[in-house]
């Protein structure tokens, strides 16, 4: 059975930092797309960073142009993904979900649980 378990959610001040890790198992994620969305209160969930497989063990990095000056996205080994969240801002604030690609598919075929991020002004 397949879980992607998320981690270092919290609270932080505005222009803190974060660093979000999501751990796979039940599963080889090597070729796998791995990424983050988030859902703030009211809003649909958004995408926000995601690794590509590109060969070998190495991986392309896609980040939103909402956060691409202050959030950094990698793959920690083949089924781990972490996201450095810095300069964080109050409209940040939402929950993050993990979520990854079966191999090769165009879609996301599993989600985490979910952590939330709560920045304070």
């Excluded at 926000?48 to 990698?74: L, M, P």
């Excluded at 409209?91 to 920045?119: F, K, M």
Aim: charged share 20%; proline share 2%; aromatic share 10%.
């Amino acid at each position: 059975q397949v879980q992607l378990v998320e981690s270092g959610g919290g609270l932080v001040q505005t222009g803190g930092s974060l660093r979000l890790s999501c751990a796979a198992s039940g599963g080889t994620f090597s070729r796998s797309v791995m990424g983050w969305f988030r859902q703030a209160p009211g809003k649909e969930r958004e995408f926000v960073a995601r690794t590509r497989w590109s060969g070998g063990s190495t991986y392309f990095a896609d980040v939103a142009d909402s956060v691409k000056d202050r959030f950094t996205i990698s793959r920690g080994d083949a089924n781990t993904v972490h996201m450095q969240m810095n300069k964080l801002k109050p409209e940040d604030t939402a929950v993050y979900y993990c979520a990854a690609t079966q191999g090769s598919s165009r879609q996301y075929d599993y989600w985490g649980q979910g952590t939330q991020v709560t920045v304070s002004s």
